[in-house]
């Protein structure tokens, strides 16, 4: 099975930067106020997603592997 990654938004943390969805357009998007949400449950695995995650300024963005829930960002 090929690997997906399950990527979330910590909706409280985060303070509506757009950085995340300009650097990994094809995991995140931004919602009506401007907040970075994924496109979809899960994502292909790619070092834009990861360079996303690691560029937000809060640390919104956690990264899981969706199927063995392994967490990739933040290092665990
Ligand atoms: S980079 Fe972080 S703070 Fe900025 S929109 Fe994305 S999740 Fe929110």
Same mark, same amino acid.
């Given at each position: 099975?090929?690997? =997906?990654? =399950? %990527? @979330? $938004?910590?909706?409280?943390?985060? $303070?509506?930067?757009?950085?995340?969805?300009? @650097?990994? /357009?094809? *995991?995140?998007?931004? +919602?009506? +106020?401007?907040?970075?949400?994924?496109?979809?449950?899960? %994502?292909? /695995?790619?070092?834009?997603? =990861? +360079?996303? *995650?690691?560029?937000?300024? %809060?640390?919104?963005? @956690?990264?899981?592997? *969706?199927?063995?829930?392994?967490?990739?960002? /933040?290092? /665990?």
């Amino acid at each position: 099975m090929t690997e =997906r990654w =399950r %990527v @979330t $938004v910590d909706h409280d943390m985060c $303070v509506h930067t757009g950085l995340c969805a300009a @650097t990994a /357009p094809d *995991a995140l998007t931004l +919602d009506g +106020d401007g907040q970075g949400i994924p496109l979809a449950d899960t %994502v292909p /695995p790619g070092q834009a997603l =990861r +360079d996303a *995650a690691e560029g937000c300024p %809060v640390e919104a963005i @956690t990264i899981t592997g *969706a199927d063995t829930g392994t967490q990739i960002f /933040p290092p /665990p």
